[in-house]
C-alpha cells in the first residue's frame, strides 16, 4: 500500500517561498513509470494541479505557475518537494501530494481523476 504525506510550514508570508515536501512509504518514487503530483484546492475552488516530477526526474509545470514554481526530487529520502515563490493570499489553499501515471496521447502526466494514491492534503495560508 502506498502513502503519501505533505509536510511543510502552516502559514507563509506574502512573498516569500512556499516549501512543501511529500514523503512516499510503500512504494519507490523512482519506480516505472509513475509521476508524482502536486495539486492544490483554493477556498471554494476545485482542484487545480500544479505540476508533476516523473519517475526519471524530469517535470512537468501547470503554464499557469511555470514562472514561480519548481519540484524535486530527494530519491535517497523517497521525497519529492514543491517550491511557490512570490507567494501571495491568493496561494491559501489545501495542497495535495498523489500518485499517477502518464497520458500516452499527450504525454503529460495523467489527468486528476486517474491518480491512485493521495496525501490527506496540507492547509496553507499566506497572510502577514
Known amino acids: 500500500q502506498v502513502q503519501l504525506q505533505e509536510s511543510g510550514p502552516g502559514l507563509v508570508k506574502p512573498s516569500q517561498t512556499l516549501s512543501l515536501t511529500c514523503t512516499v512509504s510503500g512504494g519507490s518514487i523512482t519506480a516505472n513509470y509513475y509521476y508524482w503530483n502536486w495539486i492544490r484546492q483554493s477556498p471554494g475552488q476545485g482542484m487545480e494541479w500544479m505540476g508533476a516530477i516523473a519517475y526519471r526526474g524530469n517535470t512537468w509545470i501547470n503554464p499557469s505557475f511555470k514562472s514561480r514554481t519548481s519540484i524535486s526530487r530527494d530519491t535517497s529520502k523517497n521525497q519529492f518537494t514543491l517550491q511557490l515563490s512570490s507567494v501571495t493570499p491568493e496561494d491559501t489553499a489545501v495542497y495535495f501530494c498523489?500518485?499517477?501515471?502518464?497520458?500516452?496521447?499527450?504525454?503529460?502526466?495523467?489527468?486528476?481523476?486517474?491518480?491512485?494514491?493521495w496525501g490527506q492534503g496540507t492547509q496553507v495560508t499566506a497572510s502577514s
Open positions: 498523489a500518485r499517477g501515471g502518464r497520458d500516452s496521447v499527450t504525454g503529460w502526466p495523467d489527468p486528476l481523476s486517474e491518480f491512485d494514491y
